[in-house]
C-alpha cells in the first residue's frame, strides 16, 4: 500500500501523545517504512487480569487503530504468562493474589471479544507470551536475567519507592519488566503503546532488542486518563470508570457526570473530533459538550441511533425529571405493614434505597425522599406511608423504585 507522507502520519500519531522516546527516531523509522513498503510493526500488551475494557484502556488501543489505518501492524500481546505475575507498575505493595492460568485464559477470551470493538483483530497479529515463555528452560531464564542489573530494575519509580519504605519486593515481580521487554525482541517490535508509566519496560525493550541485534523500539506513551471522580486514574476497583460493554444509557448518564476540567482530555483522548471543533465546543455550554462527547464516544462501541436515544432518554428522564421507563418494582411483605401503611425509614430501608436506617433518617432529614407521582417531600422518618396499589419511593435524583405488597 501507499503509506502518507511523514509529516501527515506524525501529526496523527502525536495527537493525544504525552510522549515519544527516543522521539527524534519516529520521523526516521516511518521514513524507512514508506521508502521500503513495509509496515511498522506496533505492539501492545494487556494482561487479562479482570474482563471488563473501560474508556482508560481505549486510549492505547485507538492509537493502534490509528497505526492500523496509516497501513501499519497491529500486535496484541495477550500476556497470559505476565499475568501470572502481575504488573507491579504504580503498585506500592505486591497483589495479595495470584491468578491462576485458567482464570487468565478465560479473561483474555472476554478481552478480546471488547478489544474487538477498538481495532481491527481481523488485520491484528494476536500471540500469547506464554508461548515463548513456556518453552524457555531455566537455563534461558538465567541468560536472560543476567542482561539486566539489580540497580537498573531500582530505578524504577515503583520499586524505588517500596525499596525506601521497607516494602518487601518479591523476586517474581522483578522478572514482570524483563519479561515484558523480551515481548518486544520476540515479535520484534518496532513501537509499542501504552502509558507513561511503561517508560521502564519500554526502555529496557530497547536494551535487550540491541543485545540482539535488533532494530530498537521506539515508545509512543498516551497520558492516563483520568476517572469520572476527575483525579485519580479511571479504575474498576475506585468506581470511576466507563465501561465499553455497559449500556448507552448507563454510559450516557456516567458522561453527564465528567466534570468540566477533564472534558478536552477526554474529547482529545476517545474521539477523532478536530481540535478546532472541540475548543468550540467547550466554549459553548458544559451540558451540550457532555452530550457531544457521549453521543461520539457511544457511537463507537454500540451505534450512532443507540447514542441518540440514550441522549434522548437521559434528556427526558434526567434533563427535564420525567420518569424513568424501567422503573424497578421492589415487593414489601404485608406482614411488615400495620393497616396497609409501614414507616418511611423502614421503607426506604427494606427496599433498598438506604443501605442502614441511619440512612434513611439523614436522607428525609435533608429532605432528599420523596413518594408518589407528584413527588411528594416525606416528612419525618416515622411518616406513615401506604403502599396499597403500588407507591412510587424516590431517594435522591436517581434511585427510584415501585413498591408494591407481596407475600
Known amino acids: 500500500m501507499a503509506f502518507l507522507p511523514v509529516e501527515e502520519q506524525l501529526a496523527i500519531i502525536r495527537r493525544g501523545v504525552e510522549k515519544i522516546v527516543p522521539e527524534n527516531e519516529l520521523a526516521t523509522k516511518l521514513a524507512k517504512s514508506r521508502e521500503t513498503n513495509t509496515p511498522l510493526r506496533v505492539k501492545y500488551g494487556i494482561d487479562p487480569t479482570g474482563i471488563d475494557v ?47 492460568a485458567e482464570e487468565v485464559e478465560a479473561n483474555a477470551v472476554d478481552y478480546l471479544n471488547q478489544v474487538g470493538k ?8 494476536v500471540h500469547r507470551n506464554g508461548d515463548w515463555f513456556s518453552a524457555m528452560s531455566f537455563s534461558d531464564i538465567l541468560q536472560l536475567c543476567g542482561k539486566v542489573t539489580i540497580a537498573q530494575l531500582l530505578t524504577r519509580d515503583d520499586f524505588a519507592k517500596r525499596m525506601a519504605a521497607e516494602t518487601p519486593i518479591f523476586l517474581h515481580e522483578c522478572l514482570y519488566p524483563i519479561m515484558q521487554a523480551w515481548d518486544s525482541v520476540v515479535i520484534k517490535s518496532d513501537i509499542e503503546l501504552g502509558g507513561t508509566e511503561q ?28 476517572g469520572l471522580d476527575g483525579v485519580r486514574r479511571m479504575g474498576k476497583s475506585l468506581g470511576n470508570y466507563i465501561g465499553i460493554s455497559e449500556s448507552p444509557y448507563d454510559m450516557m448518564k456516567k458522561f453527564m457526570q465528567v466534570p468540566d476540567d477533564v472534558m478536552r482530555m477526554y474529547f482529545e ?24 462527547l457521549g453521543k461520539t464516544v ?3 462501541y454500540h451505534s450512532a441511533p443507540d447514542a441518540e436515544a440514550a441522549a434522548s ?35 426506604l430501608v ?30 419525618s422518618h416515622d411518616q406513615a406511608l401506604s403502599i396499597t396499589g403500588g407507591l412510587l419511593l424516590f431517594v435522591g435524583r436517581r434511585k427510584i423504585c415501585r413498591v408494591e405488597v407481596g407475600e
Open 269 to 292: 483522548l476517545l474521539t477523532d473530533i478536530p481540535l478546532a471543533e472541540i475548543d468550540s465546543l467547550l466554549a459553548g455550554h458544559p451540558k451540550t459538550a457532555k452530550m457531544s
Open 298 to 300: 457511544i457511537g463507537q
Open 54 to 100: 473501560h474508556l482508560g484502556h481505549t486510549v492505547p488501543l485507538r492509537k493502534i487503530r490509528q497505526f492500523q489505518e496509516l497501513g501499519h501492524q497491529a500486535v496484541i500481546i495477550i500476556g497470559n504468562y505476565t499475568a501470572l505475575v502481575g504488573d507491579p507498575s504504580g503498585r506500592d505493595q505486591a497483589r495479595a493474589k495470584r491468578l491462576t
Open 350 to 379: 427494606d427496599t433498598g434505597l438506604c443501605p442502614t436506617t441511619s440512612d434513611a433518617r439523614r436522607a428525609i432529614a435533608q429532605g432528599g425522599a420523596y413518594f408518589g407521582e407528584a413527588k411528594t417531600r416525606i416528612e
Open 313 to 347: 432518554r437521559w434528556q427526558q428522564e434526567v434533563g427535564e425529571g420525567a420518569l424513568p421507563t424501567d422503573i424497578p418494582v421492589v415487593k414489601i411483605s404485608s406482614s411488615k405493614l400495620s393497616d396497609g401503611t409501614i414507616q418511611a425509614a423502614r421503607l
Open 199 to 226: 517508560l521502564y519496560s519500554f526502555m529496557l525493550a530497547r536494551d535487550l532488542q540491541a543485545d540482539q541485534k535488533l532494530s530498537q523500539q521506539i515508545g509512543v506513551m498516551s497520558p492516563i486518563l483520568v
Open 118 to 125: 477498538v481495532i481491527d483483530l481481523s488485520k491484528a497479529e
